[in-house]
Every structure is written in C-alpha cells, then in structure tokens.
T-cell receptor, first 114, second 113 residues
Framework: QKEVEQNSGPLSVPEGAIASLNCTYS??????FFWYRQYSGKSPELIMF????GDKEDGRFTAQLNKASQYVSLLIRDSQPSDSATYLC??????????????FGSGTQLTVLP | DAGITQSPRYKITETGRQVTLMCHQT?????MFWYRQDLGHGLRLIYY???????DKGEVPDGYVVSRSKTENFPLTLESATRSQTSVYFC????????????FGDGTRLSIL
C-alpha cells in the first residue's frame, strides 16, 4: 500500500513566523512531489513541485526533500493570515499501480494568527 | 482563459438515480482526472484518462463510469447513486502525465439522499 502521510493539524503560527509542514511517503523510489493549497470550500491550487534532484524556492515558499528519511517539507516564510488554508502533499510513486497516479495526503490545516 | 470547468457546482439526488458530472477543459491537456474528496481521506483518484478514448481506473473506481470521446470533455457518471458516494468531486487536467502538475476545477458538491 503506497501511502502519503501528513499531520492533520491544525498547525497555528503567528503572523510573520515560519510555518513548516511535513509529508512522509512510503515509496523510497518516488521522484516527484507536489504541494497544493486548498482554501475552505475551494479547489486545490498548485503551489510548487520538486523532483528528486533538489530543493526549490519560490518567493516565500521553499520545498525541501529528504530522501534518506522519506519526507518532503514545505516552509512558508513571513507567514500571513492569507496563508491560512489546508496544504496537501502529493507524491508520484515509482512502482506498482500507483506509478501512473498522484497519491495525496489528507492535508495539514494551517492557521496564521494575526 | 476558461481553463477547466465543472458542472453542476451543486447536485442533490436520490439513491439509485443515475447522475453525470461534467468536466470541460480549454487547455488541450492530454490528461484528465476525477477525484473525490471526503473528510479524513483526502483526495482519492477515481479514474483518469491519458487521451481521447483512453481511460484507466484509479484508487476508487467502483460505482463510477467515465468516457472521453473528445479531448476537452471527461464526464463522470454514477450509474446507480449510493449514499456513500456523497462527496465533493474534483476534475483535474495536466498537459502530459505525471510529473506534470495537475490543475483543478472548482468542484461539484454531490449529496445523495
């Protein structure tokens, strides 16, 4: 069973702080990792994606991969109340039936306190 | 740029009825996907399609039927709706297959009484 695990939260951080969200995955050979943001009642919106060849920074967002420990992190610097949402991690597994699909975690709810 | 649109946005129906959810994209993306989202389960893939007339099962395909006669449309049909199919349904598309990112429609909230 291919799995993607996220702490459901809620994770609360004060405005201006760094929010750190983690996602663990079961398939060591996974090479593609995606972070989506989902506001309440809305559809998932892609924030960023990384491949197994390295981390990525985009504005206030940084995605980091730790292949040895099989987790991927999303860091949000200078957190704003508008960042309050559920963050979904998705992984493309390398092998098996799941290799052609994205597997999503159940999401971490982030609240940024003014 | 309309992107990807789903219809209807909200639907209430009764058990045993057939219901079809529509998905239309204007990007000429090859891949299209149907997910359902339930509390505690996150997004689960129902079916996906790599191109017109090519479809494949996802994680939870039972009770659903899809077709893709045209690249831009990917309807999802519940042949005989059950209460367990009450959910929010999202359609998504991507230019090519994974690892290309997927872009989601606004969703259809389906309630089965």
């Amino acid at each position: 069973q291919k799995e993607v695990e996220q702490n459901s939260g809620p994770l609360s951080v004060p405005e201006g702080a760094i929010a750190s969200l983690n996602c663990t995955y079961s398939d060591r050979g996974s090479q593609s990792f995606f972070w989506y943001r989902q506001y309440s009642g809305k559809s998932p919106e892609l924030i960023m994606f990384i491949y197994s060849n390295g981390d990525k920074e985009d504005g206030r967002f940084t995605a980091q991969l730790n292949k040895a420990s099989q987790y991927v992190s999303l860091l949000i610097r200078d957190s704003q109340p508008s960042d309050s949402a559920t963050y979904l991690c998705a992984v493309k597994f390398a092998r098996g039936d799941s290799a052609r699909q994205l597997t999503f975690g159940s999401g971490t709810q982030l609240t940024v306190l003014p | 740029d309309a992107g990807i649109t789903q219809s209807p946005r909200y639907k209430i129906t009764e058990t045993g009825r057939q219901v079809t959810l529509m998905c239309h994209q204007t990007w000429s993306h090859s891949y299209m996907f149907w997910y359902r989202q339930d509390l505690g389960h996150g997004l689960r893939l129902i079916y996906y399609s790599a191109a017109a007339d090519i479809t494949d099962k996802g994680e939870v395909p039972d009770g659903y039927v899809v077709s893709r006669s045209k690249t831009e449309n990917f309807p999802l049909t519940l042949e005989s709706a059950t209460r367990s199919q009450t959910s929010v349904y999202f359609c998504a598309s991507s230019l090519t297959g994974i690892p290309q990112p997927q872009h989601f429609g606004d969703g259809t909230r389906l309630s089965i009484l």
